[in-house]
């Protein structure tokens, strides 16, 4: 009986769920789990992020490939309808869904984690990596953007007027083409790639971001992120993100964003909660191990 976790990650979809399960899996310590990724790409570098073990499934339907009758499954995803997801109750011996939706209810034969549901078989929390929670005291990059480690449609590119003037470092994304890179990059003024994330994370004091898992390891950090809603993303994270006082921008809208820092610094931001140990207990207690 083995011990497996999807992510959903690709370039429609970025890499926040996988930046999730990093910090899942490395407070789960030593157990024996075998990460799935809905894109190959993401699970050959895996192992750069502490990911022992890592395959590429291409979609959530291919899971039954890899995975036995019986094994335990942790899943991270929202493409999968109500069918299938009681499918997976029914495969799995114990199933653990993460779930964003404020709205969400646990089902029978599974196991729930989420940010804002209280109950039986319910972990309430939101996973951030630990290594977050170590401050850097060299903030040396006064303004950041990070748009996302997806950009496919190259959205970025045709909304860039949204920071024009504030002199931000730009941090590139995972799935970005190569030649879109190089565009962007004659844009700012200073960028760091992929590999250079949790430095950027650690070092900004102001994080512009439309990733909501950046929106919280940034706060984690003790510095001060905004968070734009992109068209194209859910919109979970908002409930969670005004409990946390973390100032929404919408739409692109530039007067919004442009008050948000005039009075950033009398913003009371409210400190993420440390839930890796809560986390990590209740998944080892749910699998019985």
């Known amino acids: 009986?083995?011990?497996?976790?999807?992510?959903?990650?690709?370039?429609?979809?970025?890499?926040?769920?996988?930046?999730?399960?990093?910090?899942?899996?490395?407070?789960l310590g030593d157990l024996d789990i075998t990460l799935l990724c809905s894109d190959f790409r993401i699970a050959q570098v895996a192992k750069?992020?502490?990911?022992?073990?890592?395959?590429?499934?291409?979609?959530?339907?291919n899971i039954p490939q890899i995975a036995l009758y019986g094994d335990k499954l942790i899943f991270d995803s929202m493409e999968a309808n109500?069918?299938?997801?009681?499918?997976?109750r029914k495969y799995f011996s114990t199933f653990i869904r993460i779930s964003d939706d404020?709205?969400?209810?646990?089902?029978?034969?599974?196991?729930?984690?989420?940010?804002?549901?209280?109950?039986?078989?319910?972990?309430?929390?939101?996973?951030?990596?630990?290594?977050?929670?170590?401050?850097?005291?060299?903030?040396?990059?006064?303004?950041?953007?990070?748009?996302?480690?997806?950009?496919?449609?190259?959205?970025?590119?045709?909304?860039?007027?949204?920071?024009?003037?504030l002199n931000a470092d730009l941090q590139l994304g995972f799935y970005y083409f190569l030649d879109y890179e190089e565009s962007l990059k004659k844009r700012f003024p200073?960028?760091?790639?992929?590999?250079?994330?949790?430095?950027?994370?650690?070092?900004?004091?102001?994080?512009?971001?439309?990733?909501?898992?950046?929106?919280?390891?940034?706060?984690?950090?003790?510095?001060?992120?905004?968070?734009?809603?992109?068209?194209?993303?859910?919109?979970?994270?908002?409930e969670l993100f005004k409990n946390l006082n973390v100032p929404i921008v919408e739409n692109l809208d530039i007067n919004q964003l442009s008050h948000v820092l005039q009075t950033i610094s009398k913003q009371e931001y409210v400190k993420p909660t440390q839930f890796s140990e809560k986390i990590a207990n209740f998944i080892k207690e749910t699998l019985t191990l």
């Open 48 to 61: 750069d992020f502490g990911i022992k073990n890592s395959v590429g499934v291409d979609v959530v339907r």
């Open 190 to 238: 200073h960028h760091h790639e992929f590999d250079a994330y949790e430095e950027m994370v650690k070092k900004s004091q102001i994080l512009i971001t439309a990733s909501p898992q950046a929106v919280l390891e940034s706060l984690a950090c003790g510095n001060k992120p905004i968070y734009f809603q992109r068209e194209d993303y859910g919109t979970d994270f908002v």
């Open 102 to 165: 404020i709205n969400d209810k646990k089902e029978e034969n599974e196991f729930l984690i989420s940010p804002y549901l209280h109950g039986e078989g319910i972990c309430n929390a939101y996973a951030i990596h630990d290594t977050f929670f170590q401050e850097e005291e060299n903030k040396s990059i006064k303004v950041s953007f990070f748009f996302g480690d997806d950009d496919y449609e190259k959205d970025l590119e045709k909304y860039v007027s949204f920071i024009d003037g």
């Open 82 to 88: 109500p069918i299938m997801l009681d499918d997976m």
């Open 1 to 27: 009986m083995k011990i497996y976790y999807y992510v959903h990650t690709g370039h429609r979809i970025g890499l926040d769920r996988f930046r999730r399960a990093v910090a899942i899996i490395n407070s």
